[in-house]
């Protein structure tokens, strides 16, 4: 395992060579933590079309993870930029891990429209999006993905060896949407609705999603050299898969910690 000091070297390493594009968070050290040096981003008015074309945009950037609220952070980057989307957002299930931690937001669903409708916006004309989802909320989720204009093309299914919770029934299963803006092409080889789960201990967040069944998504629907970016980027396992298979990546984390935990992952990754 890196250890604390090492993985904050890599940190500072990367801040110092890539900066921060204009209008979007610094991050400075203090003490053993990363944390935000400027202000929160203001958040649009939604429903207010005049404000949101007032907004100043920002060329996208690349190969970061910005510390902030998607809802606040999409708006402000450039429109039509962003080749794939892969995320796993929070199943509004105020679910807590057994050692006591939780997911930012997913107590409720007052971010849920306005966040797709941000990720659609971004998204390049007919390109795809990927999204876990909770089942006993897919409802909420399907309105979400429609009122931003998104259409469900495809569903996947991760089945587990081990049982994550029972109720009724057992739970031994993952599931995510394929999501389509625009008319993008079928590929050539489909990928299977069925992908491989690998347990991950949830070592460094308590949804974390194994790279096993982040890679082939990754390599289905993006481009080597093409940006993909998750909007909850958690600990940043979507991130480094793109990392590993050449894209480039761009993620948005709400929570400080694991924001940082992202982030030196990655950096560590990328300096391998």
Known sequence: MVGAKAL????????????????????????????????PLSPPTWGSQQREAN????????????????????????AGSVDFALTDPPY???????????????????WLNPAFAALYRVLA?????VSFYGWPRADRFMAAYR?????????????????SSAAFVSYRHECAHLLAKGEPAKP??????????DYTANKLHPTQKPLSTLKPL???????GGLVLDPF????????????????????????????????????????
């Open 8 to 39: 904050y070297t890599a940190q500072l390493a990367v801040n110092s060579q890539i900066g921060s594009p204009r209008g979007l968070p610094q991050f400075a050290h203090d003490g053993w933590r990363l944390a935000p040096s400027d202000v």
């Open 55 to 78: 907004m100043t945009t920002i060329d996208i950037p690349r190969n970061t993870i910005i510390h902030g609220d998607c809802v606040q952070v999409l708006p402000q980057l450039q």
């Open 92 to 110: 509004l299930a105020r679910y807590k891990s057994r050692d006591g931690r939780g997911v930012p937001n997913d107590d409720n669903d007052r």
């Open 125 to 129: 004309p007919d390109s795809f999006a």
């Open 147 to 163: 009122a931003a204009g998104f259409r469900v093309v495809g569903h996947f299914v991760c089945p587990k060896r081990y049982t």
């Open 188 to 197: 050539q080889r489909p990928i299977a609705d069925v992908l491989p789960w």
């Open 218 to 224: 990754v390599l289905a629907f993006s481009r080597p």
């Open 233 to 272: 980027a958690g600990s940043g396992s979507s991130l480094l898969a793109a990392q590993q298979l050449g894209r480039n990546w761009l993620g948005v984390e709400l929570d400080a910690g694991y924001h940082a935990i992202a982030s030196t992952r990655l950096a560590v990754a990328g300096a391998a």
